[in-house]
């Protein structure tokens, strides 16, 4: 089974012109589009997507059944699950002791017995970088002390791997394994401004099923005669499980 990670910046490109991120970019989205059915993912998990509009027309287009959650409290931050129509996924309600900022899914993957979560923590873009730490640690927080706790985390953490990473440490303390382990590249940026932000974490005691990991190459994703414009600012990571 393969699974698709992104935050695809309101589908309207990196830089984007809309301050407000309400539109799409229709270039930008059937790029996407195009890119996703290339790689072909069973399910794909997507933040930032700012309306059930934008979300009803990415599975159209995908031709794939979904699951569409608006951001807690900053709507416009809403996520998405896409799974193709063979497979059989439930959304799961939890009434969660957190409040999210932006968003968090949580679907029950019953082909394989397991839960999967699309998770975008707060930055520091509404609040101050002191206080997105504390609310990231808090909405994890939540997330592990839930009575549905996920067997996969997917998601933008808006931590930079090179600098101190205290909600992915915190992860990692609570018994999840980061799938970049099994990297089949050198890459390990997932943003074009060379940081690793997005990850893929896995429950230890699942980390065997584990297949491959990959990130979508840098020189495959800038758009052709426009070197300094991307589709997002966050690449796709796909990770593959038994």
Known sequence: MLILNQNVYWFQGYP???SQKIELKQSVFQKLITLYKSIAPDIILLQEIQSSEIAQKTAFAMDMHYFYTPGEEISRYGGMVLYKKKLNLSLLKVNFAVQFQRVCQLVEIKDKGLILCNLHLPSDAQISLEQAIVKRREELSGIFESTQKPDIICGDFN????QPCPSVEFTLQNQYYDAISHNIQKNRNTKI?????DYIFIKNENKDSIQTFYTIDLEDYKVKHQDDFHLSDHFPICL???
């Open 16 to 18: 984007a012109d809309d």
């Open 159 to 162: 931590e930079n791997e090179f």
């Open 193 to 197: 401004k060379g940081k690793r932000g």
């Open 240 to 242: 593959e499980i038994k």
